[in-house]
């Protein structure tokens, strides 16, 4: 009797340690196994992000620094409006004018576009806008040939606002014996740059 006795509590003892301590260990290593396996998909799709980086780097490597150089002109990834207003006087400079009252303002549509982007989401819009204006004093000979080099600079730039005055003067013309009217120009530009 007393094996009888010493057999059930053994049973109900192991029975006892199966359920209470047995099971739930199992079913943490089967928690922990699922979280290991994701951890693995993860190292993977990190180890396959880094091959991909390498190989994006190995071809940013090949191109030409100054054609790099170029595309960062074009289109560049912050603002720098002392420098784009400095190459802008540069090109002024070069037909014998100066930038004058120059106003730098931030993307113009961005307040009235507020309510709308608050309204449906938020913009996707890769790239933001800067509008510079300012006056030059010249021929309309000397302005044409300004805005010419404008338009082949590498920046991008749009001609947004463009006002014309006489500036009351003359100016001899670059062969020395006509004179040519002098205008006061008053120019607004928009150029961009990347988010």
Same mark, same amino acid.
């Given at each position: 009797m007393v094996r009888v006795i010493i057999s059930a =509590?053994?049973?109900i003892l192991s029975g006892a340690?199966?359920?209470f301590y047995t099971q739930p260990t199992y079913d943490n290593t089967q928690v922990i196994r699922a979280q290991i396996s994701e951890y693995d998909t993860a190292l993977e799709k990190a180890a396959q992000?880094?091959?991909l980086k390498q190989q994006l780097i190995s071809k940013y490597n090949v191109f030409n620094p100054q054609d790099l150089d170029r595309i960062q002109k074009m289109l560049p990834d912050h =603002?720098?409006?002392i420098r784009l207003i400095l190459d802008m006087?540069?090109?002024a400079? &070069?037909?014998g004018m100066t930038l004058s009252n120059v106003d730098v303002s931030g993307n113009a549509t961005k307040g009235q576009?507020?309510?709308t982007v608050a309204t449906i989401g938020s913009s996707n819009q890769k790239y933001d806008m800067l509008t510079i204006k300012f006056d030059v004093d010249s021929t309309y000979q000397d302005f044409q040939k300004f805005l010419g080099d404008l338009q082949a600079s590498l920046r991008i730039v749009d001609l947004v606002s463009l006002s014309i005055q006489p500036a009351g003067g003359n100016r001899v013309s670059q062969d020395g014996v006509t004179p040519e009217s002098v205008y006061h120009f008053g120019i607004g530009l928009r &150029?961009?740059?990347l988010k």
């Open positions: =509590v053994a049973l340690i199966f359920f992000l880094q091959q =603002v720098d409006n006087d540069g090109m400079s &070069t037909y576009n507020q309510q &150029t961009y740059w």
